[in-house]
């Protein structure tokens, strides 16, 4: 387990934002939020309805462009203005509906707008498709995280809900090189299924890919996060850890029960 | 925590005895196999009520006769694959068939560049589609609605309501035949086929045609996974325009004439064999061969009614119950997606 | 996004600027020549790109100008808008119409067409009777059953002494020009049993051994052509429900080699028309008068206005058979009579 401690001076932050500012109109969703991610770790970033952890993630995968404040990747200040920008920059995003297309296949999936092409002219000039090889890498990156499926020839609807996240999931673990983004993952699935994607993201960390989860699902963040980020009023209220606080102590800061500790 | 689903991914696709097995699932789980087990058993059915049905002649005849509505439906496919409707394929056509005649009889413009404007002149109606549906955001049928009305105005205008006759022979190429154990076939036939098959090749390998199918599964994953969802849907509807214009170029072979009053019910009709064929009209779902069988339905349904002498009151209605049917096994088949 | 608005706006400038330039041209063409308080009529067509209409909407024009009145036009958009229709008799009737001539998309139009009567508006049809025919205070129509019969005379002629197969290229369920050409066909040509009231259904006879429907469309003539002849290569008699699907089964019979071999017989007269009986790809087609219709509505709203006695009634506005090949016994004009009355 590669676990981080919770403040290091020795090792720099891999992805950070420091003092975000983000206005919609009167309202202001982030009135100064900074953000740490260490390498390998999973973070989880939990608050209530509002506190504004929606808008720290789409700052920080570049669907939103922040009004005020900065984002560094490695040291080095960076601006996404798409979410092509933050993918190129190697941040993948799990979204909450999964953003498949049903009817395709997983492969396809997989592959969708980074298809592999034949070689030669078939693919230069009729940009033929490779199908046999995003198969077979699609079959190796789904082993690789130990999600079972038939084959990888089946439509994406045919699946079960945990395995239509494992294909999701699957997708930013095999393309993300820094960082993967997963939002509420567990959200629509139940029992069983919620602990096979625990299982997954357990694996994605393995791997070596630091994780950032927005969650609702306190026992599963405790089980799975390094360390805990919570959002309160737009900012970042406090880092914990599974160690250090309890389930309902966290609760109470979110809430602002308690102050920040 | 062990309660990962049933064991490791594989692959087992290539051995030859397993893809024996699954393209026999596939065929009877596959979108066209209900189009061609109906395009069968409507033959077998004329076939037994009429002799003069399953002769050569008569066959090459219904081909001959789909290929209006068959090479229109093909462009037609490809936008409703995106989720998307064309209501002006006909009155493009008719637009097509009158600048293509009327330039190279009363202008004296060689026949192969009046050809290429007229195809031009097709695409560029598709490309107005395109702009308003992507980027004015309005819906396509009612973008198509208004691009009909204008396109059937402009053929009233230009064409002065007068057929345009004598077209020049390279116009009428297509019409020509040659035989095939005795019968004879028109290149448009040809020319038909060859189209499909470069749409079903386009569609099925390539990365343009994966994502069409992609667009209209889920337009705003396609977004996110990078694609320009603006630049394709515009290609798409180009696509069928210049496509539509083919139609023009064959329509044009087989009567000889350009009929400012061509097509003009062709809107309807290449839905209807798109729907036919096994095509979604939610997007994402389908295949353009089953639009083929679907047209090949309609035409030989028409066909065979003639010859058995039934009133074509029984062609309207069987057509209708047909969609009606087409539609509901699309929709009962499918309904995973939706929940 | 600043893209599209540039898009839309634009659209609006054309459409403003379209609709602009067309109204002070047709604002133009219909002006009388007199100045003093004048008689308005009314035509409304089916639609404005069918040649019939535009023939029938000319000869409104010239009869307008020639009486000194004021004509205000209108048609559907497309066969069978019948709302564009009745807005137009509603707006009719405001502007103070003394008559209005229509030919009905379809019967929904004839409550419009009742309240326009209640306020002392002559209505008349043309072309097409509504349903029931006394909505209407009159029609100035063709025969359409009468035009079937005289090509059906003329093939009877040509005919004698020889086994007719026939084959009927009609127009599609509905309208009851389409029954009651073929009809009038059928009971011309010696077919017994048949009279004018039958308006919606097909009457038959062992001769013909094929029927097939064409919309009224080349492409679609052409089919049923094809098809006709694969069910019975010997056909040597066709029948067709206009011009364009004669045209259309001409080719058929060509390309099968049989064109010269095989008589075709159609109905209505446009110019194109008579240009295929010359060519000799059409034997023998029955004129009608679009014009006609129109003209002489015209002149019936004006004779209500000034004197305030409505006509009634059906009115027969002539059928003419035009041949290049007469036959003894079935009056018939030429093809330059045919030409010079010719619409379209």
Same mark, same amino acid.
């Given at each position: 387990m590669s676990a981080q401690p919770e403040s290091s001076s020795t090792v720099e932050p891999l992805f950070q934002a420091l003092g975000i500012v983000k206005r919609f109109g009167h309202v202001t969703a982030l009135s100064g939020a900074d953000f740490d991610l260490y390498p390998g770790e999973v973070l989880a970033v939990i608050g209530d309805n509002g506190a504004g952890k929606s808008t720290l993630i789409k700052v920080l995968s570049g669907a939103l462009q922040p009004d005020e404040g900065e984002i560094r990747l490695d040291g080095e200040a960076v601006t996404f203005k798409t979410p092509l920008d933050a993918r190129r920059a190697g941040i993948e995003t799990v979204y909450q509906d999964l953003a498949v297309a049903p009817a395709l296949d997983i492969a396809s999936n997989l592959f969708l707008g980074r298809e592999l092409r034949r070689g030669g002219p078939l693919g230069q000039v009729l940009r033929m498709l490779d199908k046999r090889a995003m198969r077979k890498e699609a079959t190796r990156a789904l082993a690789e995280l130990n999600i079972g499926v038939q084959s990888v020839r089946a439509a994406v609807q045919d699946l079960s809900g945990g395995q239509r996240q494992g294909v999701a999931v699957a997708r930013a673990a095999a393309w993300g090189r820094r960082v993967v983004i997963m939002d509420e993952p567990t959200a629509a699935l139940g029992v069983k299924e919620t602990a096979q994607v625990? #299982? +997954?993201?357990? *694996?994605?960390?393995?791997?070596?890919?630091?994780?950032?989860?927005?969650?609702?699902?306190?026992?599963?963040?405790? #089980? +799975?996060?390094? *360390?805990i980020h919570i959002m309160r009023l737009g900012k970042r209220a406090a880092v914990v850890t599974p160690q250090s606080h309890t389930m309902q102590e966290a609760v109470a800061i979110m809430t602002g029960a308690t102050a920040a500790a | 925590m062990s309660t990962v689903e049933s064991g490791a991914t594989?692959?087992?696709?290539?051995?030859?005895?397993?893809?024996?097995?699954?393209?026999?699932?596939?065929?009877?789980?596959?979108?066209?196999?209900?189009?061609?087990?109906?395009?069968?058993?409507?033959?077998?059915?004329?076939?037994?009520?009429?002799?003069?049905?399953?002769?050569?002649?008569?066959?090459?005849?219904?081909?001959?006769?789909?290929?209006?509505?068959?090479?229109?439906a093909i462009g037609q496919t490809l936008i409703i694959l995106t989720a998307g409707i064309d209501l002006s394929c006909g009155a493009v056509m008719a637009f097509g068939m009158i600048v293509m005649t009327k330039l190279a009889v009363h202008s004296g413009v060689p026949a192969i560049p009046a050809i290429l404007l007229g195809v031009l002149a097709c695409a560029a109606f598709g490309l107005v589609n395109g702009l308003f549906v992507t980027k004015v955001r309005l819906p396509a049928f009612i973008v198509t609605l208004g691009t009909f009305n204008i396109?059937?105005?402009?053929?009233?205008?230009?064409?002065?309501?007068e057929t345009?006759?004598?077209?020049?022979?390279?116009?009428?190429?297509?019409?020509?035949?040659?035989?095939?154990?005795?019968?004879?076939?028109?290149?448009?036939?040809?020319?038909?086929?060859?189209?499909?098959?470069?749409?079903?090749?386009?569609?099925?390998?390539?990365?343009?045609?994966?994502?069409?199918?992609?667009?209209?599964?889920?337009?705003?994953a396609t977004r996110l996974a990078g694609i320009r969802?603006?630049?394709?849907?515009?290609?798409?509807?180009?696509?069928?325009?210049?496509?539509?214009?083919?139609?023009?170029?064959?329509?044009?072979?087989?009567?000889?004439?350009?009929?400012?009053?061509?097509?003009?019910?062709?809107?309807?009709?290449?839905?209807?064999?798109?729907?036919?064929?096994?095509?979604?009209?939610?997007?994402?779902?389908?295949?353009?061969?089953?639009?083929?069988f679907?047209?090949?339905?309609?035409?030989?349904?028409?066909?065979?009614?003639?010859?058995?002498?039934?009133?074509?009151?029984?062609?309207?209605?069987?057509?209708?119950?047909?969609?009606?049917?087409?539609v509901s096994v699309d929709q009962l088949t499918h309904r995973k997606e939706r929940g | 996004m600043r893209f599209s608005r540039w898009l839309v706006s634009l659209m609006g400038v054309l459409t403003v600027s379209l609709a602009l330039l067309v109204g002070l041209s047709s604002a133009r063409s219909d002006a009388p020549a007199q100045n003093t308080a004048t008689i308005k009529v009314g035509l409304i067509t089916k639609t404005d790109t069918n040649p019939f209409f535009v023939k029938m909407k000319q000869g409104a024009q010239k009869q307008a100008r020639a009486l000194g009145v004021t004509l205000l036009t209108a048609a559907g958009k497309i066969d069978g808008d019948a709302a564009t229709q009745i807005t137009a008799i509603e707006n009719m009737?405001?502007?103070?119409?003394?008559?209005?001539?229509?030919?009905?998309?379809?019967?929904?139009?004839?409550?419009?067409?009742?309240?326009?009567?209640?306020?002392?508006?002559?209505?008349?049809?043309?072309?097409?009777?509504?349903?029931p025919a006394s909505a209407v205070d009159a029609l100035f129509a063709t025969n359409n059953f009468t035009a079937g019969v005289l090509i059906g005379k003329y093939a009877k002629v040509l005919f004698k002494g020889k086994t007719p197969k026939i084959a009927m290229l009609d127009l599609f369920p509905g309208p009851s020009v389409g029954y009651l050409r073929h009809n009038g066909f059928l009971s011309g040509f010696g077919v017994a049993g048949i009279t004018q009231k039958d308006s919606t259904k097909y009457k038959t006879s062992p001769d013909v051994v094929c029927s097939a429907d064409t919309s009224g469309d080349q492409a679609k003539g052409q089919t049923a052509m094809e098809t006709c002849l694969q069910k019975s290569p010997?056909?040597?008699?066709v029948y067709t429900i206009n011009e364009p699907a004669a045209a259309g089964a001409y080719t058929a019979l060509k390309n099968a080699g049989k064109a010269g071999k095989v008589t075709v017989v159609s109905v209505d007269g446009g110019c194109a028309g008579v240009r295929n009986v010359k060519a000799g790809v059409i034997a023998a087609t029955s004129q009608q008068y679009p014009l006609k219709m129109a003209s002489r509505g015209v002149q019936a709203v004006v004779n209500y206005a000034k004197t305030g006695k409505k006509v009634s009634g059906y009115t027969d506005t002539g059928v003419n058979l035009i041949t290049a090949k007469p036959v003894a016994g079935v009056p018939s004009k030429g093809l330059a009579f045919g030409l010079a009355n010719c619409w379209g």
């Open positions: 625990v #299982e +997954l993201i357990k *694996r994605v960390r393995e791997r070596g890919l630091p994780v950032i989860l927005i969650s609702h699902d306190m026992p599963h963040v405790f #089980e +799975l996060a390094d *360390r | 594989t692959d087992r696709g290539d051995a030859p005895l397993e893809r024996l097995l699954q393209f026999g699932r596939a065929a009877v789980g596959n979108p066209i196999a209900g189009p061609l087990g109906a395009l069968a058993l409507a033959m077998i059915f004329f076939s037994f009520q009429s002799e003069q049905f399953l002769q050569g002649p008569n066959l090459s005849l219904i081909l001959q006769q789909t290929v209006e509505v068959g090479v229109l396109a059937m105005a402009l053929v009233h205008i230009y064409s002065n309501e345009i006759a004598n077209p020049p022979s390279a116009m009428t190429f297509f019409g020509r035949t040659f035989s095939i154990g005795g019968t004879d076939i028109t290149y448009a036939v040809v020319l038909m086929l060859a189209l499909y098959a470069l749409f079903w090749f386009v569609l099925t390998q390539t990365t343009w045609g994966n994502h069409i199918y992609a667009v209209g599964n889920n337009p705003e969802t603006d630049r394709l849907l515009i290609s798409v509807y180009v696509v069928a325009g210049a496509i539509y214009g083919l139609a023009a170029l064959l329509l044009i072979a087989r009567t000889e004439v350009g009929d400012p009053n061509a097509g003009q019910t062709d809107n309807l009709d290449s839905i209807t064999a798109v729907v036919l064929g096994g095509t979604s009209l939610f997007g994402g779902r389908g295949a353009v061969i089953g639009t083929l679907g047209a090949l339905i309609v035409g030989v349904f028409r066909n065979g009614l003639v010859l058995m002498g039934v009133s074509s009151v029984y062609q309207i209605l069987i057509t209708g119950i047909l969609v009606i049917l087409a | 009737v405001s502007a103070g119409v003394k008559g209005i001539l229509i030919t009905p998309s379809n019967d929904s139009v004839v409550p419009a067409i009742r309240k326009a009567r209640a306020k002392g508006v002559l209505v008349i049809a043309l072309d097409t009777p509504p349903n010997d056909i040597n008699l």
